[in-house]
């Protein structure tokens, strides 16, 4: 079992930043993919960012260039840097992970983007 507590979301203007963290504990040892989902009312769930243990990262096309992927030197955190954000990333975030064919979710974090 690995559980997942993300944090970090909140209001911010147009063109601001967020970071958002999640903090994996439990069977840790086994996760071989973190990542970052959302998912906007009336929308169906989407990647934002995936984070492999070798290193390797992918974005949707919506986000690359502004958001930033990273594991914590504790390698049981995973990081979002949000940057330049726009109405359209207003989502509640989700932090995932993989481990033995499992995927697991946390609670979600909402981030608003609105002037």
């Known amino acids: 079992q690995v559980q997942l507590v993300e944090s970090g979301g909140g209001l911010v203007q147009p063109g601001g930043s967020l970071r958002l963290s999640c903090a994996a504990s439990g069977s840790i040892f086994s996760v071989v993919t973190m990542g970052w989902y959302r998912q906007a009312p009336g929308k169906q769930r989407e990647l934002a960012a995936v984070?492999?243990?070798?290193?390797?990262?992918n974005y949707a096309n919506s986000v690359k260039g502004r958001f930033t992927i990273s594991r914590g030197n504790a390698k049981n955190t995973v990081y979002l840097q949000m940057n330049n954000l726009k109405p359209e990333d207003t989502a509640v975030y989700y932090c995932?992970?993989?481990?033995?064919?499992?995927?697991?979710w946390g609670q979600g974090t909402q981030v608003t983007v609105s002037s």
């Open positions: 984070l492999t243990s070798g290193g390797s990262t």
């Open positions: 995932s992970a993989v481990a033995q064919s499992n995927v697991y």
